[in-house]
């Protein structure tokens, strides 16, 4: 469901709740579907804990009435505001969902749809672990209730995006940076990533992250100190490649930048053990499986001497 209700497990109900004799009952839950102009769905991963509703699963945000709020559309807001400090001047309503909880009470939660295209980075969150924006096509393979992703899918399949065109308005673009980095023997480390990653998880990738208000080789440093212990000077890393990447159709645009470091400081150590199981070194030609599909194809061009690649584009 959508709700961010607190409580025991929730099940999807389409019988009508009971209430008025028409069957139905104002909503008490409100929550926020938003969307961004590339389709994208900002999803909310919750935290893992017992005493909540679906802990560990991504949802949105929302939550309960409160005798303060004058009406859904106060909850929903005063949820944003709460929850992730998000004030977005239009809320629509989309659709009332009904749920039952694993103790059989009805919950019934009005869903307002609104448009954003802000960074969640960005966002002081206050409950649960993070937010992330993600495409329908991906939500399969993420930790989440089977409404809620009916919910997704049924908006996007009735939004109307009209098809990118020449001189339309520019898509910003994800940037991350990776760290090519080599031994003495040519063995290149990577990293078996979390399986409860939200992207690419149980598989391996380069240690990599994603710029925030700073250069793409600050951004590196930090991401190697923070990641696995290794401290590199800025002087001593230089470009060897990037990777012009679309996921999906009509998905975010992401450059994807691959930096050598000709030196550094420090073993390789588990920093960060909620994203990394472990860093290894490997050999180019025997590179394990799976691997990120753009983290092998940088490591293929880099070997072939290319400084660039373009993947998903065709499909777009």
């Known amino acids: 469901m ?10 999807a109900d389409t019988s009508p709740p009971p209430g008025s004799a028409s069957g139905l009952r104002e909503p008490d839950n409100a929550s926020v579907l938003i969307v961004n102009d590339a389709g994208e769905y900002l999803l909310h991963l919750r935290d893992h804990r017992p005493d909540i509703w679906e802990p560990g699963s991504w949802s949105l945000l929302g939550g309960g009435r409160e005798p303060g709020d004058r009406s859904l559309q106060e ?20 659709q009332v969902e009904h749920a ?3 103790d ?29 924006w993600f495409s329908p096509e991906v939500m399969p393979r993420l930790r989440m209730s089977p409404s809620t992703l009916h919910l997704v899918r049924g908006h996007a399949a009735r939004r109307q995006a009209p098809a990118p065109r020449a001189g339309q308005q520019a898509v910003p673009n994800v940037i991350g940076v990776h760290l090519h980095l080599e031994n003495g023997q040519g063995e290149i480390l990577l990293g078996l990533r979390h399986p409860d990653s939200a992207y690419a998880g149980n598989t391996w990738h380069f240690l990599a992250g994603h710029c925030e208000q700073e250069s793409a080789v600050s951004c590196l440093v930090r991401e190697a100190l923070e990641e696995a ?9 230089e470009f060897v490649h990037a990777v012009h990447l679309v996921h999906t ?3 975010r645009p992401r450059m994807q930048l691959v930096f050598r470091a000709r030196r550094w400081e420090g073993t ?6 909620d994203k990394c199981l472990s860093w290894q070194w490997w050999r180019p030609d025997a590179l394990p499986e799976p691997i990120v599909p753009y983290a092998r194809a940088a490591i293929d061009g880099i070997r072939a001497g290319r400084l660039y690649t373009e993947m998903g584009w065709e499909t777009r």
């Open 2 to 11: 959508a709700s961010a209700q607190e409580g025991g497990p929730v099940r």
């Open 75 to 94: 909850t929903a807001r005063r949820e944003l505001r709460e929850e992730a400090g998000l004030d977005l001047p239009v809320l629509e309503p989309l």
């Open 100 to 102: 039952t909880r694993g």
């Open 104 to 132: 059989g009470s009805t919950v019934t939660v009005q869903v307002y749809v609104a448009r954003w295209n802000g960074d969640p980075e960005s966002l002081h969150l206050t409950e649960g672990v993070m937010l992330r």
């Open 229 to 237: 212990g290794l401290v590199i000077a800025p002087a001593d890393v």
């Open 249 to 251: 159709p009509g998905g």
């Open 268 to 273: 390789p150590e588990l920093r960060e053990p």
